[in-house]
């Protein structure tokens, strides 16, 4: 921006560069402390590029070039918009933290109803409602909840995993004692390569355990007529089935990661394939 004289006589808007020649109607401000060029501007200017600026809300804007404050002066409101300004600035600080009580109420209660239905396809709903009835009600909103955060925890428990490494601990022990015997590679990532922690099939996977324990028992333990000590055995019998078999399947991928071999380049193909591209050339130069 060129530097003015702060004796100019002619006003210069530094928003829209007209001056007060070009428009006599014009409403003129200084409304801080700059000189010269950047001295006044328009009113209408001014308020477009405060618009600009404050977005909508109502903060402090200061002059770009000497950081001096501008004065606004708002009218006198009346004493219903301003009860009403007070309002929607307590709704604006209040809606955060309602919406968090919300979103925890309604996880909440879905664990309690989730708890509720797990007891009575468990025990059996007859027995389930006649427990839930004479029991405590505050047992039952502490309870029902930790449910299903228990199975989510007991989910996360990677048994399967600390037998993987105790089978290869005695494996190596018994290779490494052996003499002249060459022992396999190790992967870098062990026996839990590929296998990451996945949070949406740990959470399905412990919310729908229970009906696959009472399917299970339903399905092998037909003498049992306890339905809780079926539900529990099909729920034993499905985790030991589960397990041996990812214990099996991990087995066979740290089998195949720690026996694969990287094979010798094949020198009599790559020599021949080079003869042939030589001859190529050559007769391409020939033909030119």
């Known amino acids: 921006m060129a530097s003015c004289a702060d004796d100019t006589p002619e006003k210069h808007c530094w928003v829209c560069f007209a001056t007060e020649r070009e428009d006599h109607c014009a409403e003129w401000v200084s409304?801080?402390?700059?000189?010269?060029?950047?001295?006044?501007?328009?009113?209408?200017?001014?308020?477009?590029?405060?618009?600009?600026?404050?977005?909508?809300?109502?903060?402090?804007?200061?002059?770009?070039?000497?950081g001096t404050e501008y004065r606004i002066v708002f009218p006198k409101m009346g004493p219903l918009v301003y009860f009403l300004q007070q309002a929607d600035r307590a709704l604006s600080r209040v809606s955060p933290f309602?919406?968090?009580?919300?979103?925890?109420?309604?996880?909440?209660?879905s664990a309690v109803t989730y708890g509720?239905?797990?007891?009575?396809?468990?025990?059996?709903?007859?027995?389930g409602l006649y427990a839930m009835e004479r029991a405590?009600?505050?047992?039952?909103?502490?309870?029902?909840?930790?449910?299903p955060v228990l199975l989510v925890l007991g989910r996360m428990i990677r048994w399967e995993d600390l037998l993987l490494r105790l089978w290869h601990k005695h494996?190596?022990?018994?290779?490494?004692?052996?003499?002249?015997?060459?022992?396999?590679?190790?992967?870098?990532?062990?026996?839990?390569?590929?296998?990451?922690?996945?949070?949406?099939?740990?959470?399905?996977?412990a919310l729908i355990f229970p009906s696959i324990a009472s399917l299970v028992g339903r399905l092998l333990f037909r003498r049992v007529t306890s339905n809780l000590q079926r539900t529990v055995l099909g729920g034993i019998a499905f985790v030991v089935l589960k397990g041996v078999l990812k214990v099996y399947f991990k087995q066979q991928q740290y089998f195949i990661q720690s026996n694969r071999v990287i094979l010798d380049y094949p020198e009599k193909e790559g020599h021949r394939q080079g003869e042939e591209g030589q001859e190529e050339d050559t007769e391409d130069s020939g033909n030119e």
């Open 171 to 205: 494996c190596l022990k018994r290779q490494t004692l052996a003499p002249g015997r060459h022992l396999p590679r190790q992967p870098a990532e062990g026996a839990n390569a590929g296998d990451h922690l996945s949070v949406s099939r740990t959470l399905c996977g």
């Open 98 to 109: 309602a919406a968090v009580g919300v979103v925890v109420g309604t996880i909440y209660w």
């Open 116 to 127: 509720a239905v797990t007891v009575m396809q468990v025990v059996g709903h007859k027995k």
């Open 136 to 147: 405590d009600p505050l047992f039952l909103l502490m309870g029902l909840p930790t449910i």
């Open 31 to 66: 409304p801080c402390r700059c000189k010269g060029c950047t001295k006044w501007i328009h009113q209408n200017c001014l308020q477009r590029w405060l618009d600009e600026k404050q977005k909508g809300g109502a903060g402090a804007i200061c002059c770009p070039q000497c």
